[in-house]
């Protein structure tokens, strides 16, 4: 069965300073995995996905995932923090050949110091 | 402007009093899905539905029911709430979730906050 394990409930970071969102799943096939943000008050957005083509994907806002296929992780990464970054991020992973299903992590909160 | 509207956005009702939380998109998606969203927690599915008629359930859907008359309306409905369903919920939709479109996002709505009392 497969499930997302994200390491950390809150993160903070200072401005400029590097952002690592850590993620590890499970997956008995090849996974397809996912990165959403939700800011305060809204739903979730997609920042960026794996599809097995490049191991290193780019996502919107200057994030990006490397997919670490023997450490069954997809850390989430930006250089330089900006205080818009601070949201609330959820690692997702879904199954190749025929499921329907997406699971969620429990997600990590992006806290941006001055 | 494409996007998935939730109705309504906050609500606070008593325990037992059957209510029904809408959603509506307009990007023409097959598919659509109830999350429900604790801290802690995640988002977990309530109820999912791959095209119109067709509807199953997903990892927590007891107190819940859905229907799918409709291809952009996808109404999730408490029929005797308890206050074990106070909680943040989303509704999503994606394009397919067939394997030939496999990784199209789902697009989420703003949410409603349900309370109950």
């Known amino acids: 069965a497969q499930s997302v394990t994200q390491l950390g409930s809150h993160v903070s970071v200072s401005e400029g300073a590097l952002v690592l969102l850590r993620c590890n799943y499970s997956?008995?096939?090849?996974?397809?995995l996912f990165w959403y943000v939700q800011y305060p008050n809204q739903g979730l957005q997609l920042l960026l996905k794996?599809?097995?083509?490049?191991?290193l994907v780019k996502g919107i806002n200057g994030f990006e995932a490397e997919f670490k296929k023997s450490e069954t992780s997809f850390h989430l990464t930006k250089p330089s923090a900006h205080m818009s970054d601070a949201a609330e991020y959820f690692c997702a992973v879904s199954e190749g050949d025929s499921s329907y299903k997406l699971i969620f992590g429990s997600g990590t909160r992006l806290l941006v110091r001055p | 402007e494409a996007q998935v509207t939730q109705n309504p956005r906050y609500l606070i009702t008593v325990t037992g009093k059957k209510l029904t939380v809408t959603c509506s998109q307009n990007m023409n998606h097959e598919y659509m899905s109830w999350y429900r969203q604790d801290p802690g927690l995640g988002l977990r599915q309530i109820y999912y539905s791959m095209n119109v008629e067709v509807t199953d359930k997903g990892d927590v859907p007891e107190g819940y029911k859905v229907s799918r008359k409709e291809k952009r309306n996808f109404p999730l409905i408490l029929e005797s709430p308890s206050p074990n369903q106070t909680s943040l919920y989303f509704c999503?939709?994606?394009?397919?979730?067939?394997?030939?479109?496999?990784?199209?996002?789902?697009?989420f709505g703003n949410g409603t906050r349900l309370t109950v009392t």
């Open positions: 794996y599809t097995s083509a490049a191991t």
């Open positions: 997956s008995s096939v090849p996974p397809y």
């Open positions: 999503a939709s994606s394009l397919s979730r067939t394997d030939s479109s496999y990784n199209s996002p789902l697009h």
